[in-house]
């Protein structure tokens, strides 16, 4: 099922931060109907950088690619400010699709670009961000790939500024609207009061972010459609990771961490080893074995 087709159902769609094929697969495997490339996960992992526009374009289409060959689950694309100008995002939304996307998020700030939840954020004009989402729509080559109209504007210029930015999102011609950072159940139900009945909304949770932590059932039940929880899997990892590397450190082996991580086997059957190897026996050469 198509990312628009799953919106038009009653229900919030969770979608989980992936940033490689492996956490794309372990998260369908877990039962998710969408996931979220995260631009900040790419970052993070790819780079070792923080989210502040490093990752690249091509860096992010490579990636959509790699994730695309594993998992046909619905993804949405962090694509950040859209990599420049209206031109610019039209060849982004381009080459996005191609690779895969279901959705693409685009958001007005300006660069360098931060992550929605870091202080010191610069935006675009409003007008301008009116052009790039109408250059998304116009590059797009089918209606079921949606354009995700993120506004920054919260931090940089208050709760009402943001709501005025959102109304032009969404009369440019925005799929789905993403008012970044709300500060307070309060700002949360605003949102969703003023919007819900029009088109989908997102909701970002970030652990430690300005957002209050909450159920994606209970953002469903305030009126929000996707909720993403882009960047959980990279703290997961990091914190997993650390203590992994401290063990082996300290005690020279992996045995005390033992059952705190997958043997051989156990990974091989997460990532479908077998069945790899049972395709492939299928194209042998039938004549290789006589000889």
């Keep these: 099922m198509s990312l628009k087709a799953r919106l038009s159902r009653d229900g919030v769609v969770v979608a989980p931060g992936v940033y490689d094929p492996l956490t794309a697969l372990i998260a369908t495997d877990a039962g998710f109907e969408a996931m979220y490339l995260s631009g900040a996960a790419v970052a993070y992992t ?4 923080s989210d502040i526009g490093l990752a690249t374009m091509t860096e992010m289409v490579e990636t959509i690619h790699l994730v695309r060959d594993r998992v046909d689950t619905p993804m949405i694309v962090d694509a950040d400010n859209g990599h420049g100008n209206a031109l610019n995002v039209q060849r982004t939304v381009r080459m996005y699709e191609r690779a895969g996307a279901s959705a693409l998020q685009i958001e007005d700030q300006s660069l360098p670009k931060r992550c929605g939840h870091l202080a010191g954020k610069k935006l675009v004009t409003p007008g301008e961000m009116v052009g790039k989402i109408k250059a998304a729509v116009d590059a797009r080559a089918s ?11 919260i931090a940089v210029e208050g709760f009402g500024p943001a709501i005025e930015r959102a109304e032009r999102y ?57 909720v993403i929880f882009p ?13 992994y590397y401290r063990s082996l450190f300290d005690n020279r082996t992996n045995a005390p961490f033992k059952d705190r991580m997958f043997d051989f086997d156990q990974l091989n059957a997460v990532i479908g080893t077998p069945e790899l190897l049972a395709l492939g026996e299928r194209y042998e050469d039938p004549e290789k074995g006589e000889k």
Aim: glycine fraction near 10%.
């Design 46 to 49: 790819r780079l070792g950088r």
């Design 143 to 153: 209606e079921e790939t949606l354009i995700v109209a993120r506004t920054d504007a």
């Design 170 to 226: 969404v009369e440019a011609g925005a799929d789905i609207l993403f008012v970044e950072a709300p500060r307070s159940e309060n700002e949360l139900s605003e949102v969703t009061s003023r919007f819900a009945s029009r088109l989908p909304l997102l909701a970002n949770m970030v652990e430690g972010g300005a957002t209050p932590m909450k159920n994606a059932d209970d953002l469903g039940a305030l009126g929000f459609k996707v």
């Design 231 to 243: 960047g959980g899997i990279v703290r997961a990892v990091a914190r997993a990771a650390g203590d």
